[in-house]
């Protein structure tokens, strides 16, 4: 079993909402693929989830990547940082650059690990979410936790469900602590309103 896809992680409810996170976030290009992303989600718990990734996905189309610099104390940082801009500058063509990017591309096919995605996701919300405000927009530094793990899941560097394994232990190392003093994932998401 690889890293991060252990099954206590893998039928976590990070684990399931990051599923359900990550269909809404792929675009459908065909009615038939609507209909297997309509049964994918049933089975991933949409019912149960799909308001919380729905909020999740707000919060981040809300302009909330806009490029605002980085600051990273990492061994890695040019790779952290060149990934962090590809990361919240990305579009469709993401692979694409990834993989003209020679030197980032064996970085992240050799080394990619639970370490890496720690400090790249750190990263990639520090860039975002100034320090000073960190210790009051959870919201936000979950949907950019979903948002990190959806982009690099997206990548054909490594299967899904090992990303989305270290998403769900991020999720889990980072947030849900605060998540479960907040009532757990829907009532901690219950209005758009900021929790302290």
Known sequence: MME???PSITHSDEYRL?????????????????????????QTGSEKYGNVAEKLTRIVDSGLLADNGLETDS????????LVELLK???DDLNEKIKKDHELLG????TLSYDFFE????AFIKSVVPGFLQSRNK??????????????GALDLHPMNRVMGFGAQYLQKNFTPWVKQHGGWEKAFDDNDEVH
């Open 139 to 152: 919201h936000e530094e979950i949907a950019l936790t979903f948002e990190v793990t959806s982009r690099l």
């Open 107 to 110: 970085y992240l096919q050799s």
């Open 119 to 122: 400090k790249l996701t750190t």
């Open 89 to 91: 500058k990305s579009g």
């Open 75 to 82: 061994v890695n940082t040019d790779v952290i940082e060149k």
């Open 18 to 42: 990051l599923e359900t996170y990550c269909q809404k976030r792929k675009p459908s290009t065909s009615p038939r693929r609507s209909l297997c992303m309509y049964s994918r989600e049933a």
């Open 4 to 6: 991060g896809d252990s």
